[in-house]
Nanobody
């Protein structure tokens, strides 16, 4: 199995910054696309950003120019640098990973437990 452990959430004032981390672990698995989603109270979970193993990225329009996703393939860790935060960025942020069992074509999507980000003065 693959486990994802997120960290870095917290309370920040509007205009501030936070950096989220998500470490993936799982013996015998190759971590492919990794990404971030978020879910605000009363809202559906929405896409934030993803990054491929070769570093290609994609962002939701709402975070373009403010958030940056990156990864360390050696550590199997994905990061989300969030700048110029707005109150509407308040949500639980979830990490996910498309992980493939090495030597097979079997792949699944795994999710972290979520980390709370609150943007408020």
């Amino acid at each position: 199995q693959v486990q994802l452990v997120e960290s870095g959430g917290g309370l920040v004032q509007p205009g501030g910054s936070l950096r989220l981390s998500c470490a993936a672990s799982g013996s015998g698995f190759s971590m492919n696309v990794m990404g971030w989603y978020r879910q605000a109270p009363g809202q559906q979970r929405e896409f934030v950003a993803y990054i491929t193993t070769d570093g290609s990225t994609n962002y939701a329009d709402s975070v373009k120019g403010r958030f940056t996703i990156s990864r360390d393939n050696v550590k199997n860790t994905v990061y989300l640098q969030m700048n110029s935060l707005k109150p509407e960025d308040t949500a639980v942020y979830y990490c996910n990973c498309n992980a493939q069992r090495i030597g097979t074509f079997l792949a699944n999507v795994y999710w972290g437990q979520g980390t709370q980000v609150t943007v408020s003065s």
